[in-house]
T-cell receptor, first 116, second 111 residues
Framework: DAGVIQSPRHEVTEMGQEVTLRCKPISGHNSLFWYRQTMMRGLELLIYFNNNVPIDDSGMPEDRFSAKMPNASFSTLKIQPSEPRDSAVYFC??????????????FGSGTRLTVV | AQSVTQLGSHVSVSEGALVLLRCNYSSSVPPYLFWYVQYPNQGLQLLLKYTSAATLVKGINGFEAEFKKSETSFHLTKPSAHMSDAAEYFCAVSDGYKYIFGTGTRLKVLA
């Protein structure tokens, strides 16, 4: 199993540009999560999909952020327009149920986004 | 609401010495607890998880953690540190589908 695959690994863009981050979850995992990691705020859950349906997007910072999961093997996180404060590492994770409402996650290697 | 506290943002140990990374949790229900490791410029890798089975949980790379309900703790240990253990370690508690992560502990291993 190749694990959770994210692309690109690094992205440098100018303020105001659109940025699209991509994620391929592990086959058979029915849950997908996007997290953001910054020094100031640590790891924050942005959005959670279950069976390709967005269940909780309360962590999405603002309308500039959007996420889609058109099928079980692909998800995108888009920022339009991007701002310097969006600079962070964005992680995708896919998961399976552990029972009791909890999930076991496998994380991708992340996309380091720098907005200049 | 669930939460975790990691005591010590930086820990230094000598190679071969005991590693002890502290995590205390707060949970209103029996928790699921996790330790993850993050090497530089990489994602988070699961070290071990507690899911209400055995209280002593063994993970990868020689790490283990003990769930102590009376102390609300889930400390991570390794008997003998290797240089390759230098990384950042995160404790997390499951809040349904969400993980609540601690702020992380950066482990430095001294030669």
């Amino acid at each position: 199993d190749a694990g959770v695959i994210q692309s690109p690994r690094h992205e440098v863009t100018e303020m105001g540009q659109e940025v699209t981050l991509r994620c391929k979850p592990i086959s058979g995992h029915n849950s997908l999560f996007w997290y953001r990691q910054t020094m100031m705020r640590g790891l924050e859950l942005l959005i959670y999909f279950n069976n390709n349906v967005p269940i909780d997007d309360s962590g999405m910072p603002e309308d500039r952020f959007s996420a889609k999961m058109p099928n079980a093997s692909f998800s995108t996180l888009k920022i339009q327009p991007s701002e310097p404060r969006d600079s962070a590492v964005y992680f995708c994770a896919s998961g399976t149920s552990l029972g009791g409402g909890s999930y076991g996650y496998t994380f991708g290697s992340g996309t380091r986004l720098t907005v200049v | 609401a669930q939460s975790v506290t990691q005591l010590g943002s930086h820990v230094s140990v000598s190679e071969g010495a005991l590693v002890l990374l502290r995590c205390n949790y707060s949970s209103s229900v029996p928790p699921y607890l996790f330790w993850y490791v993050q090497y530089p410029n990489q994602g988070l890798q699961l070290l071990l998880k507690y899911t209400s089975a055995a209280t002593l949980v063994k993970g990868i790379n020689g790490f283990e953690a003990e769930f102590k309900k009376s102390e609300t703790s889930f400390h991570l240990t390794k008997p003998s540190a290797h240089m390759s253990d230098a990384a950042e370690y995160f404790c997390a508690v499951s809040d349904g589908y969400k993980y609540i992560f601690g702020t992380g502990t950066r482990l430095k291993v001294l030669a």
